[in-house]
């Protein structure tokens, strides 16, 4: 099934960019001033709402599987007790006092701690941060838990790859956390159109890595595979292939990744990505790109 949180965060993104360039937006006077700090929170809300999101759809993937809780490796048992435990408190404290809202919580949360000794049923708080906001250490350590090598390295190199040039993920989340805090809690803080025009960029970059990554070990967390469980090294830049739809203006093109002719044309650039899909295997994602490069689009097909 595709990820409806992928969907809503690329409709978000072209909404943002249409919103940075209107006049109003770009003002130098307290109007402007006052839309672009409120820009640069959403966007940095983009990143965190989208990690939350994905992190529902994986945990779902994973549970339908055939492990039991006692199957996995040690370290997520005890993460998925202790952090969901340390998460789900942090939450309590944040939520209001509706008793629906706390009851769906309270359901979702008893569901996943009574089934440690059965059938999967890991909450998506097992990956999470326990504060309000995501820090790129949260971001880091997320990915280390799906047994992601080096995961600044491996994810800078995924976006190499998915044609963001040497982008330093890393001081770009911590770049938006910053700016994200600053127009939050400073009421005179100033941030320009131009450094604006950049977070759609930063936030699509950060967010396709993490998916194509968290994504790749999801299946092979939810198999199973013992390879995977006893190696926390298992996920680098070899762990997986891309499968790129790349607008050539006349038509479209399937490119495999190191391939120098398409391996498929069609001037029906979202059939081409969908056969794309059908024929990734499950350590291989699919992105579609733009005639100048710029990523448009992307999927993990074995888990959507």
């Not at 941060?129 to 190199?157: C, E």
Request: hydrophobic share 45%; charged share 25%; net charge neutral.
């Amino acid at each position: 099934m595709a990820s409806t949180t992928r969907d809503d965060l690329l409709v978000a993104v072209e909404a943002f960019k249409t919103a940075v360039d209107d006049p109003v937006v770009r003002a130098g006077d307290a109007v402007g001033d006052l839309l672009r700090r409120g820009l640069t929170v959403s966007g940095f809300n983009l990143l965190e709402t989208f990690i939350a999101g994905r992190m529902g759809e994986i945990a779902s993937h994973v549970n339908s599987g055939s492990s039991q809780f006692v199957d996995l490796p040690d370290a997520l048992q005890v993460r998925a007790i202790k952090n969901t435990i340390s998460v789900a408190s942090g939450r309590v404290r944040r939520m209001g006092r509706e008793p629906a809202t706390l009851r769906a919580f309270a359901r979702s949360l008893g569901a996943s701690l009574s089934a440690v000794d059965r059938t999967l049923e890991l909450s998506p708080l097992t990956w999470m941060w326990s504060g309000s906001n995501m820090a790129s250490d949260d971001y880091h350590q997320i990915l280390r838990a799906f047994h992601v090598k080096d995961p600044w390295v491996t994810a800078n190199a995924i976006a190499t790859r998915m044609g963001y040039g040497s982008l330093d993920l890393r001081v770009a989340i911590d770049d938006l956390a910053r700016e994200r805090h600053k127009c939050a809690h400073e009421a005179r803080h100033g941030v320009t159109a131009l450094w604006l025009r950049s977070v759609p960029e930063r936030v699509t970059a950060a967010a396709a890595c993490f998916d194509v990554l968290a994504s790749i070990a999801a299946a092979q967390l939810r198999t199973g595979s013992q390879a995977f469980f006893k190696n926390t090294d298992a996920i680098d830049g070899t762990s997986l292939q891309f499968r790129r739809v790349v607008d050539r203006g006349r038509d479209s093109a399937e490119m495999l990744e190191g391939a120098r002719r398409a391996y498929r044309t069609d001037r029906d650039a979202s059939a081409l990505f969908s056969a794309a899909a059908g024929r990734c295997t499950d350590r291989e994602a699919v992105i579609a790109q733009s005639a100048t490069g710029d990523l448009t689009r992307w999927a993990v097909p074995a888990i959507g």
